[in-house]
């Protein structure tokens, strides 16, 4: 039998196609319990944004099929909440019910079970401090059993930490041990970010996540305790250029807030206070607001009585000040001292008023 030479060259290319190894892929399949929303969210991070899915959902069921370039933390999210899932190129199965969204059966993922085994392993002082922030209510208004409360949060934020510091170094490689370090650079002060930072493997540091860390850093080091401020000029609340080199010579506590933000509002009758008892003695405070709607950011100056000087270029969590200083979260603040010194971070409730008392005699 006669075999034509070009009918023989693409069966064997035919033949070595379907041979090869097909690329994995990523799947979610899911049955959540509850689930009533017609659509839910796949949101992948891509560089400083994110590629997001519509997925169809249909009596709590969905399925999502995409590609993972490594193994990084993705968001899905609902109308109402969201959950978060470690993620690689494999078949994941989500099973459980909406309104215990924390306790989803996740099976398939293994830096999801790894993030688990990490979440397992920190649960003793998760319980203790859900138990704490509920005591919150009871203890408005009396700033003895305030600052006790803070002094036991603040004991079980460092020891959370020592912990995460434990398992970074025991796990270098691992996506969960840079989303850890990356949890930590959002209000975190640079030095010890950093020091954590460098226990990450060289392999994770160079990852797509690795790297946005690294960004994330050189811009906190800027902003870091004993560096000179980073002046800017941005319009008050009539439009008028403010500058903060202007404030020179004086203590400056700048804070960084917003009116739709809910801690930033509770937060503020404790700045007043502050303000109201040191202001006599070299001592101010400069507002920076990430609001976008001049409407609202007035209506709240007003009504949370904030007497000090307000300024924003009602650009949101664009604002360019915002950017500059690294402020991914608020309420946030920086103590600024009398030479234009960044002297001091985070300084909120009984621990404001304590640092202040120290340095203003």
Wanted: hydrophobic share 40%.
């Amino acid at each position: 039998m006669k075999i034509h030479t070009k009918t023989m060259f693409a069966a064997l290319l035919l033949t070595a196609a379907c041979s090869q190894p097909k690329a994995p892929v990523a799947s979610i399949t899911a049955s959540i319990t509850g689930l009533k929303d017609s659509v839910v969210f796949i949101s992948i991070p891509v560089a400083d944004s994110a590629k997001t899915d519509t997925v169809p959902v249909k009596d709590g069921q969905f399925t999502w099929t995409g590609t993972i370039t490594e193994p990084q933390k993705i968001y899905i999210g609902t109308a109402t909440r969201y959950l978060q899932l470690f993620m690689e190129n494999t078949a994941v199965t989500i099973k459980g019910n909406i309104d215990s969204i924390n306790h989803l059966q996740i099976t398939g993922s293994a830096s999801q079970d790894a993030y688990k085994a990490y979440e397992n392993s920190i649960a003793d002082i998760s319980a203790q401090q859900d138990t704490l922030y509920s005591k919150y209510d009871e203890v408005q208004g009396n700033d003895t059993a305030e600052a006790a409360l803070e002094a036991k949060l603040e004991a079980l934020r460092l020891q959370r930490r020592e912990r995460s510091k434990a398992y970074i170094k025991a796990h270098p490689e691992s996506v969960v041990s840079v989303d850890l370090v990356a949890d930590m650079a959002v209000m975190g002060e640079y030095a010890p970010v950093d020091s954590v930072f460098k226990l990450l493997s060289p392999v994770a540091q160079q990852t797509a996540a690795g790297k946005k860390l690294a960004a994330r850093l050189a811009i906190l080091q800027k902003s870091a305790i004993g560096q000179p401020m980073i002046d800017f000029t941005q319009g008050d609340v009539n439009g008028k250029p403010v500058r903060l080199s202007d404030f020179k010579g004086k203590y400056v506590l700048l804070d960084f807030w917003a009116s739709w933000c809910g801690p930033c509002r509770a937060e503020n009758p404790n700045v007043l206070k502050a303000y109201n008892k040191f202001k006599d003695k070299n001592f101010t405070v400069v507002g920076v607001s990430l609001d976008d709607k001049a409407d609202k950011w007035k209506e709240a100056i007003e009504k949370d009585g904030m007497p000090w000087m307000q300024v924003s270029d009602l650009k949101g969590f664009r604002n360019e000040v915002a950017q500059q200083y690294g402020i991914q979260a608020i309420p946030c603040s920086f103590l600024i001292d009398p030479q234009g010194i960044i002297i001091a971070k985070e300084l909120r409730g009984a621990k404001l008023h304590t640092q202040l008392a120290e340095i203003l005699k």
